[in-house]
């Protein structure tokens, strides 16, 4: 049985996906929580709206969270479905980055703004799929 070198940028992801996965949890907790007191604060409709608006995100964050966890350690392992998950994950940065241009309402000031986040979503999204990171995770 040959053993996979893991390639020196799975790592990198792996750590960057640890750090990021951490700190989503506390984002994601935070939000909820803090979400909740200032819809309170705020009072009435508009604080129901605020705080209903921010568990949804903060919900959405978490499980974005642990989606990077799951590839952190899919990724440190070269599990397959760690490439996999790393894919879904670039994707789905690439759609909440339009989602938010959308609702900042100048889409073109709004892309701009998320420009790093696409460019970052489509180098990881590259760099899974060439054929050593592939065939690193067994998907050659």
Do not use: C, H
Not at 23 to 34: E, H, K, M, Q, S
Not at 101 to 119: E, K, P, R, T
Request: proline letters at 2%; a positive charge; glycine letters at 20%.
């Amino acid at each position: 049985m040959t053993t996979q070198v893991r390639p020196t940028g799975v790592t990198i992801l792996a750590i960057l996906a640890l750090i990021g996965g951490v700190f989503g949890l506390i984002g994601g907790l935070g939000l909820i929580a803090g979400g909740a007191l200032l819809g309170g604060m705020v009072g009435g409709g508009a604080g129901v709206a605020l705080g209903g608006l921010a568990f949804v995100f903060g919900i959405a964050t978490l499980g974005l969270a642990i989606a990077e966890l799951f590839f952190a350690y899919g990724a440190w392992g070269l599990k397959p479905w760690g490439w996999a998950l790393g894919i879904i994950i670039a994707l789905a940065s690439i759609v909440l980055s339009v989602i938010v241009a959308v609702m900042s309402g100048d889409i073109i000031s709004g892309l701009i703004s998320q420009v790093i986040s696409l460019v970052i979503a489509g180098v990881i999204l590259y760099y899974l799929n060439t054929p050593a990171v592939k065939a690193a995770f067994g998907r050659a």
